[in-house]
């Protein structure tokens, strides 16, 4: 009963507007989307701790009532959702990623070994100086 | 003790402003409209939160002002 009211407010208001309920539901997650984007860029450009601060806690509530939304939409099947990655692709992905993380990890041993390990001993072993200046102690 | 705003903070306050309005505006449209209970349901909770965001920007300008230098420096 209730419904059928609701169905003939919501045809009555759909004959004034171009915009069904999934278009105009759709425009606030593109904004809210949006809006967090624009609140961590001015987050990230603020100088003021207290602006900051504000921004950092707007764009936080932003995000969840995004991640709020886009679930009753979800519920309400009114987004289509990407489908799955393929199995293989995930595969492929992790291989290359895998090789990636090794080369770094080979590298940074390689430039900065004798730094890591003296910075994991510092204060221990003073007297050791070091071969070369590293800009990751400044 | 506050530093005071920069010019640039204060536009992304007042733009800010201007998306925190139009975004409660936008969830009254949903909710006018909305015939799902969970849509209904979350965007009336979403104005609320819209205008407390909002308050919460003019606060900070409100704050801001006995501070904010009178001449360009």
Redesign the interface.
């Known amino acids: 009963m209730q419904?059928q009211q609701?169905?003939q407010?919501?045809q009555a208001?759909?004959s004034q507007?171009i915009l069904?309920?999934e278009d105009?539901?759709s425009?606030?997650l593109a904004?809210?989307k949006?809006?967090v984007r624009?609140?961590a860029?001015?987050a990230t450009?603020?100088?003021?701790?207290?602006?900051r601060q504000?921004?950092t806690?707007?764009l936080h509530?932003?995000l969840s009532?995004q991640g709020?939304?886009f679930q009753?939409?979800q519920?309400?099947n009114?987004y289509n959702a990407a489908s799955p990655a393929l199995r293989q692709e995930l595969d492929k992905q992790m291989q290359q990623y895998q090789q990636t993380a090794q080369k770094t990890r080979q590298l940074l041993q390689q430039k900065l070994g004798g730094a890591l390990q003296q910075n994991a001993m510092i204060g221990a072993m003073n007297q050791q100086s070091p071969q070369q200046q590293q800009p990751i102690y400044m | 003790m506050i530093q005071p705003m920069t010019a640039k903070e204060l536009e992304y306050v007042a733009d800010s402003m201007s998306n925190e309005d139009l975004l409660m505006k936008q969830c009254a449209a949903v909710v006018a409209v909305s015939t799902t209970p969970a849509i209904r349901e979350c965007c009336s909770q979403m104005i609320q939160m819209h205008q407390q965001h909002y308050d919460s920007l003019m606060h900070a300008i409100q704050h801001h002002q006995q501070i904010a230098p009178t001449q360009p420096q």
């Open positions: 419904q609701q169905q407010q919501q208001q759909q507007s069904n309920e105009l539901v425009t606030v904004d809210l949006r809006v624009e609140y860029t001015a450009e603020s100088t003021c701790p207290d602006i504000l921004f806690k707007l509530n932003t009532a709020q939304l009753a939409m519920q309400s009114m």
